[in-house]
């Protein structure tokens, strides 16, 4: 399986990007999927995930409430909707398909991932 990740860029704080990670190569809704983040120098960080289905979605208490994880099965698409932006949340964000049902929060948990986009946000 081949994810591109996409969407990133400059915002302001408190405003909105949309990522997107499109899958190739394989039976996307066969796969967990999940966003990492990673900033310089720090470990990579679980920032939201979607069970194959869709139907269920967890995230990182630190952007509960402004982050949404949403799948498209139909187009092999996992989206990552960030709202409320904060200069915080400045890192390359990853996303990551997981073959083992049941939810990870862990990058280890994952099997594939893509080559990452890069948010910057401004204060």
């Known amino acids: 399986v081949q994810l591109q990740a996409f969407g990133g860029g400059l915002v302001q704080a408190g405003g909105s990007l949309r990522l997107s990670c499109a899958a190739s190569?394989?039976?996307?809704?066969?796969?967990?999927m999940g966003w990492f983040r990673q900033t310089l120098g720090k470990e990579r960080e679980f920032v939201a995930a979607?069970?194959?289905?869709?139907?269920?979605?967890y995230s990182t208490d630190s952007v509960k409430g402004r982050f949404t994880i949403t799948r498209d099965n139909a187009k092999n698409t996992v989206y990552l909707q960030m709202n409320s932006l904060k200069p915080e949340d400045t890192a390359v964000y990853y996303c990551?398909?997981?073959?083992?049902?049941?939810?990870?929060?862990?990058?280890?948990?994952?099997?594939?991932w893509g080559q990452g986009t890069e948010v910057t946000v401004s204060s």
């Open positions: 979607s069970t194959r289905s869709g139907n269920s979605r």
């Open positions: 990551a398909g997981r073959r083992r049902i049941g939810y990870s929060s862990v990058y280890t948990g994952y099997d594939y």
């Open positions: 190569g394989g039976t996307f809704s066969s796969y967990d």
